[in-house]
């Protein structure tokens, strides 16, 4: 599978910008992953040309809630469904706004916090990784 994570503005924290690298670097032993970086301020139709042809996911604190193993599961069942490549949409310290919503597949909140982008993008990069440990039974993941 392919992994596109859009995400308007680059880290600008050291700590994101490594945190980031760190777990990119660990998801490709597993899957195929390419970073989008938008200008900031980027619109709906930025998102929809950067994720052209794919499975539209957008991180939004208005998303369905979701658990490390119901990622999990959603992942699996993707890949025997052939499902080539999800765009994970990450937005900028505005969010995304009701307008993104039927422009993608899924909307999924990293939990009841508002976070900033360069946060969310570690944390979600995180939990990828995780779904591919579980995946290939690496001990790292602990319920």
């Not at 924290?13 to 390419?34: G, H, N, P």
């Not at 970073?35 to 139709?45: E, F, I, P």
């Not at 944390?123 to 790292?140: A, D, G, M, N, S």
Request: proline share 3%; hydrophobic share 40%.
């Amino acid at each position: 599978m392919h992994w596109r994570i859009i995400s308007t503005g680059k880290p600008s924290f050291v700590w994101s910008r490594d945190a980031a690298a760190e777990y990119e670097k660990r998801i490709r032993r597993f899957a195929q992953l390419s970073v989008v970086t938008l200008k900031s301020g980027a619109d709906v139709a930025a998102y929809r040309k950067a994720s052209e042809g794919c499975f539209c996911l957008a991180l939004d604190e208005r998303g369905l809630s979701l658990s490390t193993m119901q990622l999990y599961d959603r992942v699996m069942n993707w890949e025997q469904e052939g499902l080539k490549e999800i765009a994970v949409w990450i937005g900028g310290s505005d969010g995304f706004g009701e307008a993104v919503r039927p422009h993608v597949d899924l909307t999924v909140r990293l939990g009841d916090f508002t976070l900033m982008h360069e946060l969310a993008l570690v944390v979600w990069l995180e939990q990828v990784y995780r779904v591919y440990t579980l995946k290939e039974h690496i001990p790292y993941h602990r319920p």
